[in-house]
């Protein structure tokens, strides 16, 4: 008997190549982004020794304004409501990472989940990224609204994404429920068939 | 090959680039820019189809989507689209088309009969025949859903693709022609993000066919120069073959784009259609017009055309829609039709004209047409083409004939009655519309949205009062009326015509003048009745040519203006929208977006059949080769009974609950009372809303002092967390108390059985599994196989069980271990199935089986988990009304039926036995329904469970459940059939 349960993808039985790319020189490439650690973090933004609190348990400040993220070294912490946060940071390093919220924050009205392995994360980017999320996703992505350091709580293919844009290529990544990932990934590569040069 | 009606020189088609195409079976050859319509024109083919009710020889009419009379079948096989006008396909090489409505083909068709006994099948026909006996409606149904209908849709499954696509813009603009252009130029240069959506396959609208010129510029030179314009701003975008389908609140607008359907051989990854969804700050329609006819006897023959739609297939596709024409018009465009197709070399025999002589007639004249004044075309004559028309004098409202007719040879006959705004669009957005008493016809007044109508759309009609008011609407400003209107004298349906010469208002309905009459003499006055009497204006094309001259006449009949009319309701689609466009790549795998737990991969290569739970596929049970689905459940549950099973429970919904006020939210949500729930502790709860009813159940777990992990149901996780959230957001936001939905984060594997804890306990992990140490409804946290793991003791099932819960990366590796762990004891996959006849077995609920929003705690014999002395809880109140505190409620009871072998069906009917296994005569009052009902391996017989009314005092009495048609003897029970004391929960 294995001695240690072994971890594995969202897309272990996808088959196909992974990562995928359409079009000649990567028109739009999609990968998926190895395990993040993820911590749900709610607490009151209006209580600013809360947030003082909290920024220097993480080493960085929470985004206030809603639909932005913000990332400082391996550390990303991408808005999600008035009251709640999901802070990123390379996996294995998550139980500390909510350990030390959890005790910057003893004793306030505050929340710390663990929730590395709900999500599976992608990344999208290459020229025609834009078009590709349009086929499934109702979000303006134009660059005179969306950009890099933008973030939408939305649904991509009919299923909830948290999507936020990291590079002006552009470059976009994705968090979809765990359960939804492999379809995801199926509906995103059949829609980038398009981008295939004929 | 030749085409014998291609005009030498002139139009946009490219002669060098001829086509091959095949229309009922023929082969025949047109030109690249050539639409089936104006390919067919150019070969002398007018004959295209057979009317829908009459089945009468039909040709083509327009030249736009609002052709009416010749629609076709276009492709083969899978692919055919079986209702198209062939006006709006673009001809490309190998086209095969053919005519629909018709049998055996066109030239000769048996349906023409219906034509000879007109007579019998008048307005409201169908209302009035199929009405009595009542019972035949049946028979009735076969013939006349024969009788329905044009084309024949393909059986076959779409090979195609289709594709959806989201845009959004500062203005939208609909329609490429000059105002649209002018628009999307004037937005675009302002530095707008623009979107121009157009029909046809190019840009410009009237300018492809009418001799404009702009601000002294020709029209084509404007169009060119204004096409390279738009190309080059980088924030505006052009689509071609483009049509805005629907206009809907906020501003959102459907575009269907056919992407490859004028295509030879499309490649394989490209969609065939993309349906777009359109967010717009702004909407410009610029929709263009829509000729009207006038409606005169036999007005449906071939050879009968719009006047613009014989100027357009003569300047722009450079083809003679006849060789010799008569005009008919009651407006200044059918003079200038009259002079374009005169200067194709179409003889044109006479201009008819009711009006008094205007002074455009001058420059028709001097190409030596004779214009008739004050006269009308009252009938055309021929057999599957017009061979001539029956003229006459008419006084000056065209209402009566004032002398002899005549007859005038022709082939053609071009009809302007006016035009008409394409104001479809405008009106679903909710503007009004108003009528224009000059130019007789409806135009956008008020607005509802941000929304303008420019040019033809809007009755501007000229071209550059077009481009005026197009540039107006882009920039916002004042929209200055048309400085020139179309001169027009109104004419709906010419007067005297000719008895058996039937004059058509809705050519696609096949409508007539006299059915309008005939509905507004037996009371269908009010337009809405009128259409769906008459089925005036129900075809594909909606009745864009026939409606107005429906309202005109209606108000003739009815002593009422056209405004007092009214029109019916513009709705969407505005053309046809193919149903994969709709699906989109929504089909298949991804009809649903399913979701998958970390083993279901597993699932599937060991042969698991699925059943959808929510928007899990859970497995249903695990058939071994050759094994039927009975066995297979029953090898599951005895392997439980008996030994072990282990089931995917990673589906069952999860939510984290921390904060000091998580106890008061417990005790807000569930009915029981969770204040003496130690840390490491589980208690089963029930869910309420508001009014009493049970809506989801599950078992919460407390991890430490302010801390617990609650479960729901697993198609119920998202509508918990809502309704949560809800309170929490809304009514109770003084509580400190957050709530976090961890679903998918863990794989949960469940392990049930007598040797679960053998299992277990061969698993490296720090978690003492002594029954002692870890007893039945507790929760353990610690490590198995280097994973971070809870454990929760609860049971489904009746037997020991755990639930192990790791971090979801590792839930295929966890299985994997316990299939090893196990197969020692040999443990068993169990699906779903399984795990009902389990829970049956020992009357544990389903929420949604044995609950459907109208049963209370106490109706499933729960009252210990309601705690009426705790204080408030949601559903406390619901409980009290009056009809959830009635004696005699229908109250959850086991059934065995009197022969053990008989199973009866889920949902069957339960009545009261009357005497000898007899029930009473019907009407029977139903008593209640079988909730469950499973074959119980372990029991050797089949339980059922049923909600029945007073059931808790019936319990051991007889009833009757009424099942396909059979009488089953049943005896009401405890819904507990086995191990009632538990002992085998406590091993």
Known sequence: MAEHLRARSVLADAGGEVPRMFGDAAAVRLTEVPPAGAIVLRLDAADASALQQAREALGIQLPLTPNTWHGEGDITVLWQAYDEWLALTADGRQTEMAARLTQALAGRHAAVTDVSDLHAEFLIEGPVGRDLLRKGCAVDLHPRVFGTGHLALTALARVRVVLWQTGDAPAYRLRVERSHARYLWDWLADAGGEFIDG | ?987
């Not at chain 2, 009710?53 to 079986?82: D, N, W």
């Not at chain 2, 499973?934 to 007889?958: F, T």
């Open chain 2, 1 to 987: 090959m030749t085409q014998p009606f291609r005009i030498d020189s002139g139009g946009l088609i490219n002669r060098g680039k001829p086509l091959t195409f095949t229309f009922n079976g023929k082969r025949y050859t047109g030109c690249e820019g050539d639409t089936l319509a104006s390919a067919l024109l150019a070969n002398g083919v007018h004959l295209t189809a057979r009317s829908f009710k009459y089945h009468r020889p039909r040709g083509i009419v327009s030249a736009g989507p609002e052709e009416p009379c010749a629609l076709v079948r276009v492709g083969t096989g899978a692919r055919v689209r079986p209702n198209v006008p062939a006006t709006m396909v673009e001809l490309h090489d190998g086209l095969i088309a053919a005519s629909i409505n018709c049998w055996p083909g066109v030239n000769f068709d048996v349906g023409a009969i219906n034509n000879a006994i007109s007579g019998v099948l008048p307005a409201g026909f169908y209302y009035k025949t199929f009405m009595w006996p009542a019972a035949a409606w049946m028979q009735y149904e076969r013939f006349i859903r024969k009788a329905a209908g044009l084309g024949v849709t393909p059986s076959f499954p779409d090979p195609d693709r289709y594709d959806k696509r989201n845009d959004h813009c500062d203005v939208l603009v609909i329609g490429g022609g000059p105002a649209g252009i002018a628009a999307a130029l004037a937005a675009g240069e302002a530095g707008a993000r623009v979107l121009l959506v157009e029909e046809r396959a190019q840009l410009g609208g009237q300018l492809l066919f009418r001799n404009a010129s702009i601000a002294g510029q020709p029209a084509r030179e404007w169009l060119a120069q204004a096409e390279s314009a738009l190309a080059r701003l980088a924030e505006v975008r052009v689509v071609c073959r483009a049509t805005a389908t629907g206009y809907y609140d906020h501003n959102l607008v459907t575009v269907l784009e056919r992407c490859t359907d004028h295509v030879a051989d499309p490649a394989a990854h490209l969609p065939r259609q993309r349906l777009w969804k359109v967010r717009a700050h702004r909407v410009i329609v610029a929709a263009g017009a829509i000729e009207r006819p006038i409606v005169f006897g036999n007005n449906d023959l071939p050879g009968v055309m719009l006047a613009g739609a014989a100027q357009r297939y003569a300047a722009q596709y450079a083809v003679r829609a006849g060789q010799r024409a008569v005009v008919f018009t009651n407006n200044d465009s059918g003079y200038e039709a009259a002079l374009a197709l005169a200067a194709t070399g179409v003889e044109v025999a006479a201009l008819i004209d009711p009006r008094e002589r205007p002074d455009c007639a001058e420059a028709v004249q001097a190409q030596g047409i004779a214009v008739m004044s004050r006269h009308a075309v009252i009938a055309a004559a021929g057999s599957k083409r017009v061979q001539r028309v029956t003229i006459a004098p008419v006084d000056a409202t065209g209402s009566k004939l004032t002398g002899p007719m005549q007859h005038i040879a022709c082939d053609l006959v071009c009809v302007s009655g006016g035009w008409d705004p394409a104001v479809h669009l405008y009106s679903q957005s909710g503007g009004k519309l108003v009528f224009d008493g000059e130019q007789h016809c409806f135009v956008p007044g008020a607005a509802m949205q941000p929304v303008r109508a420019a040019g033809a759309a809007n009755g501007a009609f000229f071209v550059e009062d077009a481009i005026e008011q197009g540039r107006a609407a882009a920039l916002n400003s004042d929209t200055a009326a048309p400085r020139r209107a179309l001169a027009l004298q109104p004419l709906w349906a010419a007067p005297g015509v000719p008895q058996g010469a039937k004059p058509f208002v809705d050519l696609q309905s096949d409508v007539t003048a006299a059915d309008l009459a005939l509905a507004a003499r037996e009371g269908y006055v009010a337009v809405e009745h009128t259409k769906r009497y008459t089925t005036t204006g129900m075809g594909v094309d909606q009745g864009k040519t026939g409606n107005i001259i429906a309202y005109g006449l209606l108000g003739g009949l009815t002593g009422r203006t056209i405004p007092e009319v009214g029109t019916t309701t513009f709705r969407p689609p505005y053309t046809p929208v193919t149903i994969g466009a709709l699906a989109g790549r929504e089909i298949g795998t991804s009809f649903e977006p399913w979701r998958r737990t970390p083993v279901s991969a597993w699932h599937t290569a060991a042969g698991a059949e699925f059943e959808p739970v929510g928007l899990w596929r859970r497995p249903m049970y695990y058939p071994k080769p050759g094994e039927a689905m009975d066995d297979a459940v029953a090898r599951e549950c005895l392997a439980v009974r008996n030994g072990v099973g282990m089931l995917d429970a990673s589906t069952l919904g999860k939510i984290e609950i921390r904060g000091p006020d998580a106890l008061t939210l417990l005790n807000r949500l569930y009915t029981n009372a969770w204040n003496s729930l130690a840390i490491g502790r589980c208690r089963y709860g029930l869910m309420l809303h508001e009014d009493g009813m049970v809506f989801d159940d599950g078992v919460t777990a407390r991890l430490g002092e302010t801390h617990y992990l609650m479960s729901t149901t697993s198609g119920g996780a998202d509508g918990v967390l809502g309704w949560i959230e809800d309170w929490l957001q809304c009514e109770w936001r003084d509580l400190k108390v957050h709530v976090t939905p961890v679903t998918a984060h863990w794989a949960t594997v469940c392990v049930t059985g007598p040797h679960a804890r053998d299992v277990l306990t061969g698993l490296a992990s720090d978690i003492d599994f002594s029954g002692t140490a870890f007893p039945h409804m507790s929760m353990r946290q610690g490590q198995i196989a280097g994973a971070p793991a809870r454990v929760a003791r609860v049971s489904f099932t009746g037997e020991l069980s755990y639930e192990i819960h790791v971090p979801a990366r590792y839930g295929l590796a966890l299985w994997e271990m316990l299939l090893e762990a196990g197969a020692a004891h040999g443990i068993t996959p169990l699906g779903t199935e399984a795990l009902h006849v389990l829970r049956a077995e020992k009357g544990f609920i389903v929420v949604g089986h044995e609950t459907d929003g109208t049963v209370t705690p106490i109706d499933l014999g729960m009252q210990r988990l309601v705690s009426m002395n705790k204080g408030d809880f949601l559903g406390k109140r619901g409980l009290a009304r009056a009809d959830n505190v009635r004696k005699a409620r229908k109250q959850l009871v086991g059934l065995l039926t009197r022969d053990a072998a008989v199973m009866v069906p889920e949902g069957s009917q339960i009545v009261a036995m009357e005497n000898a296994g007899r029930i009473a005569q019907p009407p029977v009052p139903m008593l209640g329904h079988v909730t469950s009902s499973y074959r119980s391996p372990v029991l050797g017989r089949s339980i059922a469970m049923a909600l029945v009314a007073d059931g808790s005092n019936r319990m051991g009495g007889e009833v009757a459940v009424v099942t396909d048609g059979r009488v089953v003897t049943a005896t009401l029970t405890d819904p507990c059939f086995y191990d009632r004391q538990g002992a085998r929960l406590n091993g």
